[in-house]
């Protein structure tokens, strides 16, 4: 392997840093208007009367967009997993920033002064806001109209229940729980909680859309264009034909640009005024437009004195808010994994996620992982300090290793818990997380670790298009999006290996569905294995073809012929041998090409009972660990530094790997120590990078990455991906180093100054 294990500059990094990149906020079209939403206030209402006759009379509006206007398709509604979100509403509001109308206008001004001249009365209703009292028996229910799946995802993988506000719920069973704990000989329980969070990705969402009869164009800042035009298509009833969808380079995403967002509304307000339309949305909206479930976590563990865990049960609620996006998916990824990287033999797990009259929540970095991680590894701290064992030990003892069954019954593979946190206790000179307290200065110090295990989406489908030139150069057109992960020099650097090219000969092509066959979307970590392997299946085929026709035009055996750099030649005659480019110009016409295609396809099948079966093509792992220090006069607690040691089958690009490992780690601390979405009956009181708190670079310590190199049998050269699961172990590390240096546990996300200086004054 010539790049393979390089690290390699990323293609985009002079643009990005010289400010070159165009992204999907800059594109303008000729006779393009401006499009703007007005937003509903209450939580929960039906709209009694609503008039924009002022607003379409101010000039320079060109048409404003209403419920009433939806009755030309005939399903208005769109959804991931459930068909629950109209385009506007139609006749109810379920959340305070549910969509009522839209204008188009001239300028963003006119339109946003329109939106002032729309009336609207409100017949409010009784509203939910909590997830666990939304699934009461008394409960306000948000939607009261029966809504189907969307074929995007099977129900057989995304289970989905009709119950009191309950849209998904995910069941794993294994062994007998109760016989666990009638064994046990310490049984711990608790309950943990983590708050909402917003992905606050830089770029906020935008979308343009025109149409040319039935013919429909979109370009926008979304993570996976092959299903937005998808789900456009069965939206607008059009031939999937019909659409181009175009995703420029993304500012980051975090997955809050997965499925549709805002391109329903620009393409239905194109279809009202005839005109290009263009949408942008203000940070405000952008909060209002998804964010990352809050959690209600009870977990229970039956232990022996010898550290063996006999059994695991959890109960796991998800507030979903108003619209279900992908969170009842998220309740299967959840239920998969809850239960940690343990070998436990009774298993109990049930996840809901459930509506609330709040703004809709879905996927973000780490897909719930880190908020089951916040519960199963600060449970195993406890479990270690009841029985005096040390949780680095305790650990040791339990984890899943190759050719062990997870929770659902796969064997797994690519498992090296071991070597990773092994490598975190060195780095950290863990000593058992000693305390270091400096009575002087009024702080403490102390360690914490936390090991996690992480499933990828499951089924999933990628293919490539790849074309050889006659000049010899490859063209390999991918779905994936470029969106700051350095998948496009990734990609390259394993197509340019797998045809044995110079890596100047090959060009990664993306985000253009006119171009692109189908990618399910740039998420979960994906790109790097699936889309690898499409690759690598692909040119697997590209090479046969050509030692196929290069045995002919040379007239040799073509077990007598290898490919080395870009030629076909003959074994010990390297002089007697053909390039490609010689190959594609005898055996087409001039200008023409030799084209193929790779696909890569997983598998999921999971009983709906028990979950058991196979949920995950593979799984993450890896162990994170920090040092914390606290000031106890202020309750501010800092992390001085960080350890991840993660498993990524083969570091395709080490530099790269290390840099989304570095970031996944910062989004951690952030989340653990600052973000929280915070609301009060329905409202959203910090809808702003003012009020909501993020990590700062002051505040970011030094992290020191540990690739862990055990490649996977079904990865593209042994490869799986590194971009999220850095982020899974961090809150549970940092708990656990904040339990150690206090002396007392805190079990609500974020850990915020003043529970600490609440639990210091009650110790």
């Known amino acids: 392997m010539n790049y393979v294990g390089q690290s390699l500059l990323p293609l985009d990094g002079r643009e990005k840093v010289t400010g070159g990149t165009a992204y999907a906020v800059h594109a303008n079209w000729p006779g393009m208007v401006y499009g703007k939403i007005l ?23 060109s048409g404003v967009l209403t419920g009433s206007d939806l009755a030309r ?84 993988h995304v289970p989905i229940a009709t119950g009191q506000n309950v849209c998904g719920y995910f069941r794993l069973r294994k062994g007998d729980i109760s016989l666990a704990f009638k064994q046990a000989d310490e049984i711990f329980e608790n309950v943990y909680f983590t708050a909402p969070t917003q992905h606050c990705a830089f770029e ?42 175009v995703a420029p380079p993304l500012g980051s995403g975090f997955g809050s640009k997965l499925f549709l967002k805002v391109e329903p509304l620009a393409v239905a307000l194109a279809a009202k005024v005839g005109r290009p339309v263009k ?31 006999l059994g695991r049960e959890m109960e796991v609620i998800l507030d979903t808010g108003a619209y279900a996006d992908i ?61 005096g064992m040390d949780p680095v030990e305790l650990r040791l003892k339990n984890f899943l290793h190759d050719g062990d069954k997870m929770h659902a019954g796969e064997t797994v593979e690519a498992f090296p818990l071991e070597a990773c946190l092994k490598r975190v206790r060195d780095a950290l000179d863990w000593n058992a997380g000693s305390v ?45 999006v470029e969106m700051g992960q350095g998948a496009a020099t990734v990609l390259k650097q394993m197509a340019a290996d797998a045809m044995n090219l110079p890596i100047e000969r090959v060009s990664i092509i993306m985000g253009d569905t006119n171009n692109a066959p189908y990618d ?77 295609s790779g696909i890569s396809k997983s598998e999921a099948a999971l009983d709906q009972k ?56 910062a989004g951690g601390i952030s989340q653990t120590l600052f973000e929280e979405m915070r609301w009060e009956r329905g409202q959203l009181v910090n809808p702003n990078l003012a009020d909501y708190s993020l990590l700062t670079s002051w505040e970011a310590p030094p992290v020191e990455v540990v690739l862990v190199e055990s490649p996977h049998g079904a990865g593209p050269f042994g490869a799986v991906g590194a971009g999220e699961p850095a982020i899974v172990p961090t809150s549970a590390a940092i708990g656990n180093a904040v339990a150690r240096a206090l002396g007392i546990r805190l079990f609500s996300l974020p850990v915020k100054p003043d529970e600490i200086l609440k639990a210091l004054a009650e110790k």
């Open 279 to 309: 949408i942008v949305l203000d940070r405000e909206e952008v909060f209002l437009t998804l964010t990352e479930p809050g959690t209600w976590i009870r977990i229970k563990t039956a232990v022996l004195r010898d550290g063996t865990l």
């Open 39 to 61: 937003r509903s206030a209450f939580p929960h209402a039906r709209i009694a009367r609503l008039d924009v006759s002022r607003a379409e009379r101010l000039p320079g509006v």
């Open 204 to 245: 906020p969402h935008t979308a343009l859309a025109r149409w040319a009869g039935d013919k429909l164009e979109v370009w926008s800042s979304t993570q996976n264009p092959s299903v937005v035009k998808a789900e456009l298509a069965e939206l607008f009833s059009l031939p999937i034909s019909n659409i181009r969808v």
């Open 436 to 480: 270091i307290i400096d009575e002087e200065k009024n702080k403490v110090r102390a360690k914490g670790v936390a090991c996690f295990v992480k499933h990828t989406m499951t089924p999933a489908f990628s293919l490539t298009d790849l074309r050889l030139e006659e000049d010899g150069s490859l063209a390999v057109h991918v779905g994936s």
């Open 610 to 665: 028990t979950g058991q079966g196979k949920g995950s093509t593979y799984y993450f792992t890896g162990a994170g660990g920090c040092e914390v220090e606290i000031d106890r006069e202020t309750g501010v607690a800092r992390v001085l530094r960080y350890v991840a040691a993660n498993n990524v089958g083969t570091a395709i690009n080490p530099m790269i790997c290390t840099a989304q490992i570095e970031g996944s780690v």
């Open 73 to 156: 398709w005939q399903n208005p509604y769109f959804g991931a997993v459930i068909r629950d979100q109209p385009i506007v509403a139609i006749d109810k509001v379920h959340f305070i920033g549910d969509p009522v109308a839209a204008v188009a206008a001239e300028t963003p001004e006119i339109a946003a002064d329109a939106l002032e001249l729309i009336d609207v009365e409100y017949e409010e209703l009784p509203a939910v806001h909590d997830a666990k009292e939304a699934m009461l028996e008394h409960a306000p229910v948000v939607h009261d109209r029966v809504v189907r799946s969307l074929a995007l995802f099977d129900p057989a």
């Open 520 to 596: 399910q979307g740039t998420n979960s970590s994906r790109t790097t294995f699936h889309m690898g392997r499409a690759i690598v299946s692909g040119s697997e085929r590209l090479r046969a073809e050509l030692l196929a026709h290069a045995a002919r035009l040379l007239e040799v055996s073509e077990q007598d012929l290898e490919i080395r750099e870009g030629r076909v030649i003959a074994r010990g005659a390297p002089a007697r041998g053909l390039s490609f480019g010689d190959i594609v110009t005898r055996v087409s016409a001039r200008g023409g090409s030799l084209s193929v």
């Open 327 to 387: 969170t009842p998916r998220l309740a299967r990824g959840l239920g998969l994994v809850a239960p940690g990287p343990y070998k436990i033999s009774n298993v109990s797990v049930d996840v809901y996620a459930v509506y609330t009259n709040k703004a809709p929540a879905g996927a973000l970095r780490g897909v719930i992982g880190r908020q089951a991680c916040w519960a199963y590894e600060q449970e195993m701290d406890q479990i270690a300090a009841r029985i």
